[in-house]
């Protein structure tokens, strides 16, 4: 048996309300009046769809052996690299083993699914490793447009595997794929925004043609009927279109999941995983759910859940992320945290941002990885690692061993929230932390606001964005501390 041995989701604690984009807009164009209801997923200044892909990994893999994972593919349309493995920075930072084979894709919509096809690929030729599927997205729209308003921010993780040594959730019954160079929109090298044509022409000539098509060949080749699927996932957030295509395949409209428009949005490449994630969440076992995807041709996948699945349980479940958002009414700090708006950052502002890159390469297990040590003469915790025993009982040389301090408890000793030193999203809080076991770090802190900051306050770490170096080009990331929510 093959197929899914885990998943998992995340979505940012961030909801931009509809009602601010449009307020802001509609004066332009008073069309948009119609779309206020709702809020849309909107990533904090210092995440991206690196930082995203780690925290829906790290749910994924919550209650898996990590030594297991051999292969990462990551999917996107807005990897913060170029020419950098952005798969690469995600493994590391996940703290995967050296040997593990990383690849991005990215190019079109549906690279999520294909991503998810060719995990399936590779678990089938190798019955024991564990193939790690991660597809995340933090797309930009131009102000007042229609994608602004449909688009969210989000990623979505799944291992897949064989059921030799690992148990399986959701087995894989098959897979179809066609590919045709249908371009219904796209962005060129250097532009921030997509272009896109028609839309009622990317309906009827796209969706409802390439999607309809996949599907049928799909259940052919199965031998399964239309009225024997349980649960349909069209990631598309075009009114009517998942209905058309349900109806084009001879499967029932009433089992369509839910595209999560009215409190995420769009996601782009990852919303056919997390739109999956979010049904494996709730699913009973022995239920067929197909997944597609829409990109320059279609995907089709179809799963049916096992027993399993009613005992599986990620970190952090999807329902919790959903529903544990922030409402933000500020449209102009989300245009601020997207770089579409070029305020006055002031004299604090200007410093150089330069990154050793040798020094990161040497550094990177504590920096990415967030890993200390733990003294094997006297059992003490630290972090940052050292060669001499923190311990002034103790100060043992060379005596640490690795430990990593990404999943471990930790409270707050100490806090500022600092107005003078210079933060996209003042005031810059920071201050000293405490992990449950040993071990303190003076670190930053996120997703929090003031009034919400107290001593000995839990709290988990989440990896982000240190600093961005925009004269060069470089993101650099690390570790920050986050309230439970």
Avoid at 357 to 371: E, V
Avoid at 408 to 423: E, G, I, P
Wanted: proline share 3%; charged share 20%.
């Amino acid at each position: 048996m093959l197929g899914i041995t885990g998943f998992g989701a995340y979505i940012p604690q961030l909801r931009l309300s509809r009602s601010a984009i449009v307020n802001a807009n509609v004066w332009a164009n008073p069309s948009i009046a119609q779309l206020s209801n709702g809020e849309r997923s909107m990533a904090n200044w210092d995440e991206d769809s690196i930082t995203m892909a780690v925290e829906a990994a790290r749910n994924c893999l919550h209650n898996i052996d990590r030594d297991n994972v051999k292969k990462v593919s990551f999917a996107s349309t807005t990897f913060p690299f170029v020419d950098r493995l952005n798969s690469g920075v995600v493994s590391t930072a996940l703290n995967l083993p050296n040997d593990t084979h990383s690849a991005d894709l990215t190019g079109s919509l549906k690279a999520g699914t294909s991503s998810l096809i060719s995990a399936v690929d590779s678990a089938m030729k190798n019955s024991e490793d564990l193939h790690l599927c991660i597809a995340a997205e933090k797309r930009l729209a131009r102000a007042g447009s229609l994608q602004e308003l449909s688009f969210g921010d989000g990623a979505a993780a799944l291992t897949l595997g064989n059921s030799s040594k690992n148990v399986i959730l959701a087995e894989l019954i098959g897979h179809y794929s066609i590919t045709d160079d249908f371009v219904d929109h796209y962005r060129a090298e250097g532009s921030k925004f997509n272009y896109y044509w028609e839309e009622r022409w990317i309906k009827e000539e796209g969706y409802l043609k390439l999607i309809p098509e996949s599907i049928n060949r799909l259940l052919e080749n199965c031998n399964i009927k239309g009225n024997q699927i349980d649960h349909l996932i069209v990631p598309l957030s075009s009114r009517g279109v998942p209905q058309r295509i349900a109806n084009a395949t001879d499967i029932s409209p009433e089992i369509i999941s839910d595209n999560l428009s009215n409190n995420c949005g769009d996601t782009g490449t990852a919303h056919p995983l997390i739109m999956l994630a979010s049904e494996l969440e709730n699913a009973k076992p022995g239920k067929k759910i197909l997944v597609c995807g829409f990109g320059q041709g279609a995907d089709s996948i179809l799963f049916q859940t096992t027993e399993a699945i009613s005992d599986f349980q990620a970190r952090q479940s999807f329902s919790d992320s959903l529903t544990s958002g922030r409402q933000e009414n500020n449209y102009l700090k989300f245009l601020t945290f997207n770089g579409l708006l070029e305020s006055e950052r002031g004299m604090r502002a200007e410093q150089d941002k330069q990154t050793a890159l040798s020094t990161l390469y040497r550094n990177k297990d504590m920096l990415l990885g967030f890993i200390g040590g733990r003294c094997t003469k006297c059992g003490t915790s630290q972090i940052p690692k050292t060669r001499i025993c923190v311990n002034p009982n103790c100060g043992a040389h060379n005596s640490q061993t690795d430990e990593c301090f990404a999943d471990k408890k930790a409270n707050v000793m100490s806090w500022t929230a600092d107005q003078l030193a210079y933060s996209i999203d003042p005031p810059a809080h920071y201050g000293m932390v405490e992990f449950e076991g040993g071990g303190r770090l003076m670190v930053d802190f996120t997703d929090v606001n003031t009034d919400e900051m107290e001593t000995n306050m839990p709290i988990r770490m989440v990896f982000r964005i240190k600093d961005i170096d925009e004269q060069r080009g470089f993101v650099r990331y690390f570790w920050k501390a986050s309230p439970y929510k």
